[in-house]
């Protein structure tokens, strides 16, 4: 199928309180080629969607496809760029754009997994505009949703780690430290260097204005002004199309995050795994001690209460230890059947995670290439303009 996000519109209505409510949409157009995917239905359909809406699709996809790398978003609100330290608003036209162009990016991604592609919800946000809200929140995927805190606690209690687990999570550690680097160090640049060019306009000015009042290098230092605005004018486009390219290297720093949280659900599985293998090992030893093959405690409320009233009865004895072997029991089950979940998910998430790193390979080759070509793009025109300014000065 082939997704584009073709425009945006700001709209404003009144909420229940009366209050204004401002806020963007994008047009999503979707086109089915050669009826590649019949779930689809129709051939194109085309609706509008806010971003909270990319966000509940996503969150979606994060609950279902747990051991999936789904893919980021676009940053929400707009952060500092350098060359808008006060001006910036989730409306400013660029963010705006750059926003769009990200929205696009993360449906295609969706659009080319193989499972992704497939979900009925997915199929629903790009056809179902008005009832598209209610079939996500029918499937109940809020109530499977992983909280923080346990995601957390799992992780400080695991007692048997996966490596490969754990050598990933550092690795997104390491990979989104050096992308905020090479993205502060790309802005230090960048800053300087719109600097530098505009203020090339100067040269422009003092030459128009020398121009007028030489006779025979009147001409001369007219056109070399003329050629100094162009050149000063010129970075505004360059900087826009640097900052995109500086946006998909932000969209691999946020995937690092969306490769932890296949960690974390990893780590969860485990610890259901050793928190059940823990139980059954629990169980396993009252019965042993029931049948008077494991020794006591020391000290145990079941050896006081002995003490106290007496010791029980072999029917007591009895009944006790046939409920905890249906105990012990039940606890094998469970083991099994988190063991299972558990090995499932990891092998179905280490195929997804070699499919991302192929994926990352190629993608980060082709952005550093364009980077480069863009910083030769710019070099090449600062070559051009200076080398017509030198012919402009040997005409005069």
Avoid at 114 to 120: E, G, S
Avoid at 236 to 246: K, Q, R, V, Y
Avoid at 286 to 292: A, K, P, S
Wanted: proline content about 2%.
């Amino acid at each position: 199928m082939e997704i584009n996000v073709i425009e945006q519109e700001k709209r404003t209505t009144q909420t229940s309180m009366g209050l204004k409510d401002v806020y963007t949409v994008y047009l999503v157009e979707t086109r089915t080629k050669d009826g590649a995917n019949k779930a689809l239905g129709q051939e194109s359909t085309s609706l509008w969607r806010r971003y909270s809406e990319f966000e509940l699709l996503r969150n979606y996809l994060l609950v279902t496809y747990s051991h999936v790398v789904i893919p980021p978003l676009p940053e929400k609100r707009a952060t500092i760029m350098w060359q808008q330290l006060s001006t910036v608003d989730n409306f400013d036209s660029e963010f705006i754009e750059r926003r769009r162009t990200g929205l696009e990016g993360f449906l295609r991604r969706v659009a080319n997994h193989h499972k992704l592609c497939q979900d009925k919800i997915f199929h629903g946000f790009l056809q179902d505009e008005n009832g598209w809200k209610a079939s996500v929140n029918a499937t109940g995927f809020q109530a499977k949703q992983d909280s923080r805190l346990k995601s957390l606690n799992a992780a400080f209690r695991l007692k048997k780690p996966d490596k490969r687990f754990e050598d990933l999570k550092n690795y997104c550690t390491n990979l989104q430290s050096n992308i905020t680097a090479l993205l502060k160090l790309r802005a230090k640049l960048a800053d300087r260097l719109y600097g530098i060019h505009k203020i090339h306009g100067n040269y422009g000015r003092v030459f128009s204005e020398w121009s007028g009042i030489e006779h025979e290098m009147g001409d001369g230092l007219q056109s070399a002004g003329h050629y100094m605005d162009s050149y000063k004018d010129y970075i505004d486009d360059f900087m826009a199309e640097e900052e995109l390219i500086a946006d998909q290297l932000k969209e691999y720093a946020c995937f690092a995050d969306a490769v932890r949280s296949v960690c974390s659900k990893q780590e969860m599985l485990q610890y259901e795994v050793e928190k059940a293998e823990e139980l059954l090992a629990s169980k396993t030893q009252l019965r042993d001690q029931l049948q008077g093959t494991a020794p006591t405690k020391t000290f145990s409320w079941r050896g006081l209460s002995s003490k106290v009233f007496g010791p029980e009865t072999e029917q007591v004895k009895e009944t006790k230890l046939r409920q905890v072997k249906d105990q012990i029991q039940e606890a094998e089950e469970n083991v099994t059947r988190t063991q299972k979940e558990a090995e499932e998910f990891v092998e179905e998430a280490l195929k997804e995670i070699d499919a991302f790193k192929k994926t990352k390979t190629a993608d980060l080759k082709e952005i550093f290439i364009n980077f480069s070509v863009l910083q030769i793009k710019i070099a090449k025109r600062g070559i051009t303009t200076w080398t017509n300014t030198k012919e402009c000065f040997e005409k005069m």
